[in-house]
């Protein structure tokens, strides 16, 4: 039986409207919920803490409806991007704030919050308020915060988006081994790919008040349900007509190049190629690719530790990444030709 349950799940705000979503959480998951702004991400997870009246459908935590439950009394605990710590206490009492709601003794609560504290590195912190900590800091201490409770299920909204690329890639690496050591389950929503490749177990893709694909980020990433989840993840999409089969493989004519896919396509096509999929080689040579493409580098683009590629071949474009060092070893520079290699399974149909 899955940890938490949401069943047919709708919601009319007006403006907006949740549409009967479902969706089964196990034990121990950490979910990643993805999609473009104003698709219900973070409504969904407002829904399952508690803060709005549904429509219709239900919420189950280990067995028992709790639809009806006020947020406080279901086991849950939610982590916002800006914190929402209380700016006149210290972080020891922050960090305190649900034990001493529950009546816990004053002993018993020292030392869980200065437990907690020393996991999340923040012990040496605990006499300050959040207005003299930094962004970390401070998501540290919401985060201790919500976890103290021993809530069932953890729910964080876009946790890490207010802070730099370097706090946020050593945050990601804390709350992993953190969430696993209290063996939290975990739903989260995020515009960060980085966080899908980093935490998650599964990911939920949502658009318009609806989830539209759920899988592990292998499968999402890998082969998206439809152009629109291959466009929103970042996927090449090539349109193009099927011209049969060669050695097994499907035989598919994009612009003036032949492409080969192992899935099977007739007709109109449309495939999707994971960008870290290509390799550039200046020659050809011996490899293992069906796809052999000559390509020219028109565009790169420098992001964090890897460099986006845009590349042309005849009728065909492509987006590829690679590393800072394979820039230098290679010689890539805009106006060069290589090659784009690919494997046949890498390139998908998308249905």
Request: proline share 5%; glycine share 8%; net charge negative.
């Amino acid at each position: 039986m899955a940890l938490l349950e949401v069943e047919n799940l709708s919601i009319d705000l007006g403006d907006f409207h949740l549409r009967d979503v479902s969706l089964s959480v196990e034990e121990n998951d950490y979910l990643t919920v993805i999609g473009p702004t104003g698709a219900g991400k973070s409504v969904l997870l407002e829904a399952i803490a508690g803060f709005y009246p549904l429509l219709s459908g239900r919420v189950i935590l280990e067995g028992r409806d709790i639809t009806n439950e006020p947020p406080e009394r279901r086991g849950i605990s939610i982590v916002y991007q800006d914190y929402m710590l209380f700016p006149h206490m210290s972080v020891f009492d922050n960090i305190a704030f649900g034990l001493r709601k529950k009546g816990l003794p004053r002993g018993e609560i020292e030392r869980e919050v200065r437990s907690i504290a020393e996991e999340l590195h923040i012990g040496h912190i605990l006499h300050r308020k959040p207005g003299t900590l930094s962004g970390g800091e401070q998501q540290r201490v919401a985060l201790a915060r919500a976890l103290i409770v021993g809530p069932k299920v953890l729910l964080m909204d876009e946790p890490f988006s207010a802070l730099d690329s370097k706090t946020r890639e050593k945050l990601r690496s804390l709350v992993k081994s953190v969430i696993e050591e209290h063996g939290t389950t975990v739903i989260h929503v995020t515009h960060d790919f980085e966080d899908v490749f980093a935490l998650a177990k599964h990911v939920a893709v949502m658009r318009d008040g609806r989830i539209v694909q759920f899988g592990t980020p292998e499968e999402v990433f890998s082969r998206p349900g439809d152009e629109f989840i291959a466009s929103f993840v970042g996927t090449n999409l090539l349109r193009g007509r099927v011209e049969g089969l060669h050695d097994g493989l499907t035989a598919v004519r994009v612009g003036d190049v032949i492409l080969y896919t192992a899935d099977e396509a007739e007709g109109e096509a449309t495939l999707s190629l994971r960008p870290e999929e290509i390799i550039l080689a200046r020659e050809p040579g011996e490899c293992s690719a069906q796809n052999v493409v000559p390509v020219e580098i028109v565009e790169m683009e420098r992001r964090g530790q890897l460099v986006w590629l845009s590349l042309v071949s005849d009728g065909l474009s492509l987006r590829a990444v690679v590393t800072p060092n394979a820039v230098e070893l290679l010689k890539i520079r805009p106006g060069e030709r290589f090659y784009a290699l690919f494997k046949a399974s890498a390139l998908r149909v998308v249905k």
